[in-house]
């Protein structure tokens, strides 16, 4: 026992104010102190001891006939009371309280996979949780491939996952995509890896990851620390910048700072399965501040774009692929 919870103990004892329970811990520790050799330092430090094994001699006596009548019986009550209320905790903590995540994000569909794909589509989202109870988010346009995870905990991840890793240090958590190799023990980050855009990006919520491409170890990563990596030139770029869940995508928000047009392109075509094109050379080039969120309308966010670029829109569903031009 924590001795500074047996020092509370004792100090209860010796004011009157134990109950049945804690006597029962407080007594069975000075029984013990006579089987002990080798006595710990540290019970030296309570003070008036002498006096206190008195107190404790005398108290006991009072009821001693009683206690030694029903002495096993309450042991068998108290020993079932601590494991029906250990028990009722993990069952409560693993069904029925819910996380911060779980408390942010809106009702979405929740599949369970031990192995294959699960993949989404536009406006969607799905919770993904694998065998050892890793929660993987999958943002709209995404996919998560897992394999033998019974031997090694790999997935694979094309567009944008929210992590929360299951702690197992005998065995690390590594995901794959867009050119990145993420390893962890137990941690929660984001990670977006369209490939429609040719940036991938590491975004750590919780606790710390490693970020590998296929030649070397970029970066250890701490909470609220961003990675941007460019496949094309494996050039990367480091950030500091909180993690916020309630401003992320996970809420139905997205709020674009001084994105490209590329991530422009992705976040529509996320939220209304439509991509934007355009050959004006200075559009692709130039960054943009807007916000989606699922409460704002398809023509809403067109008309911010169109203030946005100065530019006309036409509609072309050539082989169904739902196109907005730019022009």
Request: glycine letters at 6%; one cysteine or more; charged letters at 25%.
């Amino acid at each position: 026992m924590d001795q500074n919870q047996l020092k509370k103990l004792i100090k209860k004892y010796r004011e009157g104010t134990a109950s049945a329970a804690e006597k029962f811990v407080v007594e069975y520790w000075y029984e013990s102190l006579g089987q002990q050799k080798d006595e710990d330092p540290e019970i030296k430090l309570i003070p008036d001891r002498e006096n206190l094994k008195q107190r404790i001699i005398g108290a006991a006596s009072e009821y001693a006939s009683k206690r030694s009548a029903n002495r096993r019986r309450f042991i068998y009550i108290a020993v079932a009371s601590i494991m029906l209320f250990l028990l009722s905790t993990v069952l409560y903590n693993q069904y029925f309280s819910t996380s911060h995540i779980d408390r942010l994000i809106k009702p979405i569909k929740i599949v369970y996979l031990d192995r294959g794909t699960i993949s989404t589509g536009t406006a969607e989202r799905t919770t993904v949780i694998l065998n050892d109870g890793t929660k993987v988010i999958l943002n709209a346009n995404s996919g998560i491939t897992v394999g033998n995870y019974d031997r090694r905990r790999d997935v694979k991840l094309y567009g944008e996952a929210f992590f929360d890793v299951k702690r197992d240090p005998s065995r690390p958590f590594t995901v794959h995509g867009g050119g990145l190799h993420i390893k962890v023990l137990g941690t929660s980050f984001n990670v977006k890896a369209y490939r429609d855009i040719s940036n991938t990006s590491v975004s750590v919520c919780t606790g710390k990851v490693q970020v590998d491409n296929n030649e070397k170890n970029l970066r250890t990563l701490l909470a609220d620390e961003n990675i941007s990596y460019d496949r094309k030139s494996s050039n990367f770029k480091l950030t500091n910048a909180e993690y916020s869940l309630e401003n992320s995508w996970l809420s139905d928000h997205v709020k674009l700072d001084q994105a490209s047009f590329e991530e422009l392109n992705q976040n529509f075509k996320n939220f209304y399965g439509f991509s934007l094109h355009t050959a004006d050379e200075k559009l692709l080039k130039d960054r943009y501040n807007i916000n989606f969120r699922q409460s704002k309308t398809m023509t809403a966010a067109l008309e911010e774009i169109q203030l946005l670029t100065g530019k006309k829109i036409s509609f072309n569903n050539k082989q169904e692929g739902k196109e907005i031009i730019l022009y």
